[in-house]
């Protein structure tokens, strides 16, 4: 009995130490040697500081940067919560949206969903629309839109309210990736957005859309995947050529 586990055990010690120790050293090594960027999370610094990585998205809500699409992940471009809504194309809730009731009794929103996503995207970008009530009737004390009241309305089972913009919108826009952390959005997407961003930075519209231009990534090995532009750098560029006057 013990001339059999002692072999056993032996063996299970060499390669515990080989695998679990010997090979993760080694490949970490020889991968800051040869990739060091990559190997240390791609990270992206600015004035000595680190700004965020150029592989995991980020949320940007102000009007004078590209935004990027919808996350699922965790609170959203959560790293260590990567995810997407596991959500079927002909999901109500995807579709929809849902509320729920937080600690305080409050109904708040749980899922925007695509339609809420949408109305919000035209409302941003100046896109024409069309609208089945009035959007003011959504509207709280501030001027706001009321996200709660649109969810319940695009639910509503004898009168949803139907909302359609009168020009293409990219699929991106609404719906988030796989992973939750994907720092790109389409070439098609970031020029939807630079009027606004054009705007808000006093700046002409074909300005940003040179720099969306300049800054475009092509397919990969020119067939895999499609035109696509990394929200970080794009905006950290936006920074650098058009900065805001303060």
């Known amino acids: 009995m013990l001339k059999e ?3 056993a055990f032996r063996l299970m ?4 130490i080989l695998t679990g120790l010997v090979y993760p050293v080694a ?3 020889i991968s800051k040697i040869i990739f060091p960027n990559q190997a240390n999370g791609s990270l992206v610094t600015m004035n000595g500081k680190v700004v965020g990585s150029s592989l995991i998205g980020q949320n940007f809500s102000r009007d004078e940067y590209f935004h990027p699409r ?3 992940a965790g609170n959203g471009y959560d790293a260590t919560a990567s995810s997407g809504s596991n959500l079927g194309p002909t999901s109500a809730k995807l579709l929809r949206g849902t509320t729920k009731m937080d600690d305080k009794k409050n109904e ?4 925007d ?5 949408l109305v919000h995207y035209c409302l941003d970008n100046d896109i024409p629309y069309e609208s089945s009530v009035p959007l003011d009737q959504f509207k709280n004390a501030k001027g706001d839109l009321d996200e709660v009241k649109l969810i319940k309305a695009f639910n509503d089972d004898k009168a949803p309210l139907v909302f359609k913009p009168k020009a293409p919108i990219p699929s991106d826009a609404l719906t988030g990736s796989a992973s939750g952390l994907d ?7 970031a020029e939807i957005q630079a009027g606004r961003i054009a705007k808000a930075r006093k700046v002409s519209a074909d300005q940003v859309k040179q720099l969306i231009a300049q800054s475009t990534e092509r397919a990969d090995l020119g067939f895999l995947g499609e035109p696509r532009v990394n929200v970080l750098m794009l905006n950290i560029a ?4 058009y900065p805001i006057a303060k």
């Open 238 to 241: 936006l920074d650098q050529r």
């Open 13 to 16: 010690i060499v390669f515990t």
């Open 113 to 117: 969903g695509i339609s809420l996503r």
């Open 27 to 29: 490949i970490t090594g």
């Open 108 to 111: 708040v929103v749980d899922f």
């Open 70 to 72: 919808p996350s699922s």
């Open 183 to 189: 720092p790109h959005i389409s070439a098609a997407n």
């Open 5 to 7: 586990i002692g072999p």
